[in-house]
């Protein structure tokens, strides 16, 4: 399959919700990225205008993500780049852009974070898919 993917980082700007979908856990929030450039003629760094991306996991990545991540954490999120056309209240046509994570980790350029594994037999894990990701 040729999906487009990519690696973003930034700031969890809402807090994460985690529910079920037909059994399955599932994690969304948003993620928003500030891209920076440097200006030669003033010598100072300028922030552009923040890219919002909407974020979702699922399985094991869900279940591990609700316990450790919370809104204003700095993080790096690997996954599927997805877009979706909708109208909004105001009648105007909005393009959003949606990630569907495969990874998500704590950006450790802008802190600290400590790791604990978790046993493979823990609920919310898929042992199928996570045997073809280890196989992969």
Not at 39 to 52: A, C, H, K
Not at 55 to 74: E, F, I, K, M, P
Not at 91 to 104: D, P
Request: glycine share 12%.
């Amino acid at each position: 399959m040729n999906h487009t993917m990519l690696t973003v980082q930034g700031w969890i700007g809402t807090t994460p919700m985690l529910r079920e979908v037909g059994g399955v856990p599932v994690l969304n929030f948003r993620l928003g990225c500030t891209p920076r450039h440097f200006n030669r003629s003033t010598g100072t760094w300028v922030d552009s205008e923040t890219q919002w991306y909407a974020v979702s996991a699922w399985r094991r990545l869900a279940a591990n993500g609700g316990t450790s991540l919370r809104q204003g954490d700095a993080v790096v999120v690997h996954g599927r780049l997805d877009h979706r056309t909708y109208v909004n209240k105001s009648g105007q046509e909005v393009v959003a852009l949606e990630i569907e994570a495969v990874t998500i980790g704590h950006d450790l350029t802008r802190g600290t974070a400590s790791f604990v594994k978790v046993a493979a037999a823990d609920p919310g894990g898929d042992p199928e898919r996570d045997a073809e990701v280890a196989a992969a």
